[in-house]
Structure formats: C-alpha cells, structure tokens
C-alpha cells in the first residue's frame, strides 16, 4: 500500500465539529475507502464502525452507485431544479416514497439533513398558513435532540454546544423532556421498557401554549447524535396519538434511522407510526453524493396545491436540490439495498450486533451501553476535571493503535457500521473498542 501524501499546511480549513488545534497536532487522515474499510494516510487499513458519518450504509465505494455517479456525469452534470426538471428526479422521489409507510407519497430533495429539517419546519407553518391556521406557528422539540445545524434545526435542538453560541434562532419553541434516564434504562437492549410515559408532557406543553399555537412536534425516533437514545416503548405512539388530538403536524427527523439503520426502511416502519413528514439524508445515497429531503403525506402536499396553476405554490428550495449526480446515485443505492437484502441483513444480525455490543459491560469506566438496530453507545466515566476527554482518547487509540473507525458524543462511544457487515466484522469492531477501551483506563 503506497503511503498517501498529507499537506504540509493544515491551518486553511477549519474542520467543522471538530477540536482543530488537537487534530492538527495529531490528524487523523483518511485517504481511501472499499466496502467495510477506510486506509490511513499511513496505509493502515481501519475497520468502518461508524459508516463514515451514519451515512455509508451500502458500504464504501461500491461499483454499481460510483458507476452510476460517473455516467451521469457524463450524461448531464447539472439541471436547474426550479420550473425544470431531471427524469432521475421523479424516479427517485417514486422509489423513496414507496418504502415510506401509509399516505406519505410526496417528496421534496433538498441536499442535507440540516436543509431537511428546516425544509420540513417551513412546510409544517406553510402548511397551517394554506389551511386557516396561521396562528400555529409553534414548533416543538425534545431536550438532546439534533435537528442538524440550521437556525431552525438548531432551535428545536436539545443539544446546548449546538445551541449556546448562537443566539435564540427562532422565539416561538418548546421542547419535550428527554427520555433518557440511566437509573431506570441502564444497560438496555432495544426499547427501553420504562419512559413512554414521558409523551405525556406534550400535554403539559399545549396546556402551557395552547394548541392552537402549536404547528408541528419534531423528534428523532432514536436520538443518534447526542449518544443513542433508543425510544421507550409505547413512547412514539402516544405522540401520535397526542399530536392527532390536536391536530399538531408530527415529523420523525429520520436523516440517521432511515435506510436499515433499525433494521427497516424507516423507524416509523419498525414502530407502526405514520407520522406527517420523514426528514431524510445521510443513507439514500450512502454517504456518496450529498441529498437530503421531506417525505410528505398526501394531505399536507393536496392543501398547497388549490390555487391557480401558474402559481409557485411553495417559495422555497435549493440550487442543488435533485442535483442529477445525487439522484443517479440515490437510485443505485436503493437499488443495492434491494438486491443485497441489507436492511434483512441488519434485521437478521440485531441480535448478534447486541450481543456483541453488550459484553463490554464491566470493562473499565464503562457505565452503560444502549444498542438498537445496528447501532450501539458505550457510555464512559468522564473524567472529573475534564468532561469529553476520555471519549477523545477513546477515538485516538482506536484510530491510531486498534485500526478501527468510531464516533464520540462528549464521552460516548457511538458505533454505527455499514449494513453489509457480517458477525466476524461485529467480533472485530467490538474487540478492537474493547482494547481501546483498556489501553485508556
């Protein structure tokens, strides 16, 4: 394997979420990828635990989707997205629409999930707006929610870094209380059996409010970012249930959960809930071509649509919204995860991924773990002086000395593969965090 040459001058980009000054003291470089595996800089192959950034769920480089990005190249490189349209548009927003649950039949392409989100946010206040109920301007959100990083993702966001710096983005929010609680949920597999109660608060916050103020609740079925916070059970169903009492919009932020992640399609597949709008991004090309999007259902589409013809019926998008690139990849990738079965191949080794996960309880400042899907959170001790720090020098021994890809969240070890994997990758991902894991203790 051919060493890679690194820049000599680091200092121009400034990495996003990212501790700059540590990383260019020690960088962590990747320089080339194939199905399960990254390469260093140094030529070292890493095992993927993290699909890149949640989004490489077909696995890295696959033939049929950078065949399909490279003809379209060729073929068309862009398209105005406004007034105009591409074939591979309609194509692919038929396929995603298809693998959403009930009456969600339309799709809106934007390029990311903080785009998704505030895509959705818009059509939720747009929505009532059309239908007489323009007062309903509220948006709720959930503590240790990540929304993605727009103004309006981040103020329905629970996660204060995200938060702190950057003023009160939107005025009319709430949040719901988060449904984590490590007394009653340690060490749990799946849904935890305690916490569907806490939907409940919704009521307390149209008390507060009134519902007629109140536009749309967003949350993520599984909180990926702030450390995998699975769902209690019954929890999605009560807001369902709540939100339709008071005819509040109800939108499943799925740019992580989408595409296999929990073993389905869709999280709102694995738990039998339609909500009003699915955000996605991340999987629908595997990571390959940035795309992002809303899935709406058909009366929320059907209430825009009854003015004159020639009227814009939604003033809002983006230049690179169904960009061709992003579509023919979109299009390959979902049909990959058809022809391979890899949302089954997720289904089928949940059980063994939990396993797995779960005996690295007892391991040394480890003091939960919580897996659902093919996805897992190792919560450490922090460190008393220095919250954060164990979970950066958890990353740096699994990167520079276990030859395996994570993720953190502060002192989270999150793990999230590409569904392609099979049990001796689970073995060795899962080993070499443990290693890790004792190298730092």
């Known amino acids: 394997m051919t060493v890679a040459t690194v820049p000599n001058d680091l200092e121009a980009f400034w990495m996003p979420f990212t501790a700059n000054r540590s990383f260019k003291k020690a960088p962590r470089m990747l320089v080339r990828a194939k199905d399960m595996h990254y390469w260093s800089a140094e030529g070292r192959q890493l095992i993927d635990g993290a699909a890149g950034l949640w989004c490489v769920n077909a696995g890295h480089s696959r033939e049929p989707i950078v065949k399909a ?9 862009f398209s105005p997205p406004f007034q105009v349209g591409n074939p591979k548009a309609f194509q692919l927003a038929t396929k995603v629409a298809a693998l959403a649950p009930g009456d969600l039949d339309h799709v809106f392409f934007a390029n990311s999930g903080s785009e998704a ?7 939720a206040i747009a929505y009532h707006n059309v239908t007489g109920q323009g007062a309903r301007q509220r ?3 959930r503590v240790r929610g990540y929304h993605g990083v727009g103004f309006g993702g981040i103020a329905v966001g629970g ?7 950057f003023g009160s983005a939107l005025p009319a929010v709430d949040h719901l209380p988060a449904t984590y609680n490590r007394a009653e949920q340690g060490f749990s597999r799946g849904e935890p059996e305690w916490g569907g109660h806490l939907a409940d608060d919704l009521e ?3 008390g507060l409010h009134d519902a007629s103020t109140i536009a749309a609740v ?5 909180a990926g970012s702030t450390g995998v916070l699975p769902p209690p059970k019954g929890y999605l169903q009560k807001l369902r249930q709540i939100c339709d009492k008071y005819g509040i919009l109800l939108i499943f932020d799925e740019v992580i959960t989408g595409f296999g992640r929990l073993s389905a399609a869709f999280a709102a597949e694995r738990y039998g809930v339609v909500p009003d709008m699915i955000t996605f991004a991340k999987g629908v090309t595997s990571g390959t071509v940035p795309m992002g999007g809303v899935i709406v259902r058909k009366g929320i589409y059907d209430a825009f649509m009854k003015g004159p013809e020639h009227v814009v019926e939604l003033f809002h998008g983006y230049t690179y919204s169904a960009h061709p690139l992003a579509c023919a990849a979109g299009l390959a990738t979902l049909d990959l995860y058809e022809k391979e079965d890899l949302f089954g191949n997720a289904k089928r080794l949940e059980d063994k991924w939990a396993d797995a996960v779960h005996s690295l309880k007892g391991l040394p400042n480890v003091v939960d773990i919580r897996t659902i899907g093919i996805v897992g959170a190792i919560d450490l001790a922090p460190k008393p002086d220095a919250p954060g720090k164990r979970g950066m020098e958890v990353m740096d021994e699994t990167f520079h000395r276990q030859d395996v890809l994570i993720r953190i969240a502060g002192d989270s070890i999150v793990l999230s593969p590409p569904l392609m994997l099979n049990e001796n990758n689970i073995g060795e991902i899962v080993d070499k965090v443990g290693k890790a894991i004792k190298a730092i203790a």
């Open 69 to 77: 990005i490279q003809d379209q190249a060729v073929e068309m490189d």
């Open 117 to 123: 989100v505030d895509t959705a946010l818009k059509i």
């Open 139 to 141: 948006l709720i959100g």
């Open 159 to 165: 996660m204060v870094p995200n938060r702190k710096m």
């Open 204 to 206: 307390n916050i149209v």
């Open 218 to 222: 967003i949350v993520e079925p599984m």
